[in-house]
């Protein structure tokens, strides 16, 4: 039997957004993927920072966000370990994981990242662990240059996605200042954000 093909996309995911969702939809129709693990990472040690959203706000935003969809899921292990969280660490949690999960499987991983991330990736822990893991699939970003980081080619990936031009830390912009966040997060996401008051909601009249 052929190898099951799951990618995995960690982020801060803080909120997710329709940026984070097409990527992963159009890695896994690309790359033939079974499913798509969203890993939200742990606390930083930072968090109170500029009205970021606690990591129970992020996982929740992050289900609701794939719950419709069949190819994704989410994943606790960066939240559920302590300390920073290392994309090293991901893979190995996920891995164990699988073994259990389907030990009649072997399974080919993919890690989703950015071009903004893929570009940092040489200072990344443990980068030639993550590379013995993981096929990495980088996706274009605009304002972003898609590079090949200089790593072996045969263990990278650059695919073009449709551009959406959304960051998560735009959309904490928008709802400080009340601009709308509508039809740029799923809508599941956008209540919730207003639910919790989430990155300093401040719109009393949002309609429901
Ligand atoms: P922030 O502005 O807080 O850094 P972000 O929008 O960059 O948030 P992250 O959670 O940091 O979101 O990103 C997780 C992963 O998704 C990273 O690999 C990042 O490069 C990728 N990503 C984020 N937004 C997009 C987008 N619009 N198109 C393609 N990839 C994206
Ligand atoms: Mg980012």
Known sequence: MSALRIGVMGGSFDPIHLGHLVAASEVAHRFGLDEVIFSPTGEAYHKAE??????????????????????????????????????VDTLADLREQFAVERPDRSIDWFFITGADALAEILQWRDVDAIFAAAHLVG????????????LPQAKVSLLEVPALSISSTDIRTRVRS?????????SGVANLIAKYQLYGHARADRGH
């Open 139 to 150: 996706v274009t970003r605009p304002g972003h240059a898609l590079a090949d980081p200089g």
């Open 50 to 87: 500029d009205g970021r959203a606690p990591a129970e706000a992020r996982y929740l935003m992050t289900v609701v966000a794939t719950a419709a969809d069949p190819r994704f899921r989410v994943t606790r292990v960066d939240i559920d370990r302590p300390g920073p969280t290392y994309t």
């Open 178 to 186: 009340g601009a709308p966040i509508e039809y740029l997060v799923p």
